[in-house]
């Protein structure tokens, strides 16, 4: 059975519903969001009633997160002060055009979502603000997937889709005891383990504009990474009618994101 993993929807109502299309057209009846269904997008009110009506579940997002907790649990990577304005411009925004009952569905979202051997999370296993980037130190990838009781970890976060397995894992421990002679040495062997990032429905940044997801056979173990073409040109006519910042209807015509980093490379968000 096929089963449809979709992440970071970001309020672009064109684009979740032009990948539900995709999925309804491919008979797949299970979908799993990866959560940040709000945030940067001009439709939070509409993506979050229609990931309702749909009965679709869900992680709790980073933005989602945000929007209930004031920006508390902020941890951001904004590389520059103005970037960090802009998220705060469309934070506020957000949160006050989103309904109380559509902020009462985020705040109770679930960190994390299990089917058998198959770990879902927003960012990583320990908060939805980790970047499992596809680079990552192989051990600390693996790390993340095996603590967590995993086989494969579904992600989101980057806007980056990608799957990355993590083959002929071993954990070696070297024991030194006090008046023992020679340490103890154990080597733990892991089976095959895997990182399947879902991309971004709202807001691709992975140098398409198209909306990407996953597609996991459950059967076979087989993962489909999925582009769809939408409207994006109404997308960002809409981010310009609302008044967000016009730069993030920029990126998302052109599929990848946009900051500044001259003016204070160094910045670091206190909070």
Not at 72 to 88: F, I, K
Not at 170 to 191: F, H, M, N
């Amino acid at each position: 059975m096929n089963h449809a993993v979709i992440s970071c929807l970001h309020a672009n109502l064109a684009a979740v519903e032009a990948v539900l299309n995709d999925i309804d057209s491919q008979g797949i009846e299970t979908i799993t969001c990866l959560g940040d269904l709000v945030g940067y997008g001009p439709q939070p009110n509409e993506v979050v009633d229609l990931v309702r009506q749909r009965g679709i579940p869900s992680c709790q997002g980073c933005w989602d997160e945000d929007i209930i907790d004031g920006l508390n649990a902020c941890e951001c990577s904004y590389p520059s002060q103005l970037a960090e304005r802009r998220g705060h411009r469309a934070h506020h925004w957000t949160a006050e055009l989103l309904s109380e009952e559509n902020k009462a569905f985020l705040a109770e979202l679930p960190m994390t979502l299990r089917r058998d051997k198959l770990l879902f999370v927003h960012g990583s296993p320990n908060s939805q603000h980790e970047y499992l980037l596809p680079d990552m130190n192989a051990f600390a990838a693996l790390e993340r997937v095996e603590t967590a009781g995993a086989e494969t970890l579904f992600c989101g976060h980057t806007h980056q889709p990608y799957v990355r397995e993590l083959q002929q894992g071993s954990i070696r421990v070297k024991v030194q005891q006090r008046d023992q002679g020679a340490p103890t040495e154990q080597e733990l062997e892991l089976p095959m383990r895997r990182i399947v990032n879902a991309g971004s429905v709202g807001e691709p940044r992975h140098g398409s504009t198209k909306a990407t997801y996953v597609i996991h056979n459950d059967s076979t173990g087989e993962v489909t990474i999925r582009e769809v073409d939408y409207d994006v040109a109404k997308t960002c006519q809409a981010i310009v009618d609302a008044g967000l910042p016009e730069v993030f209807a920029w990126r998302l015509s052109h599929g990848f994101e946009y900051a500044e980093r001259a003016e204070d490379a160094s910045h670091v968000c206190e909070r």
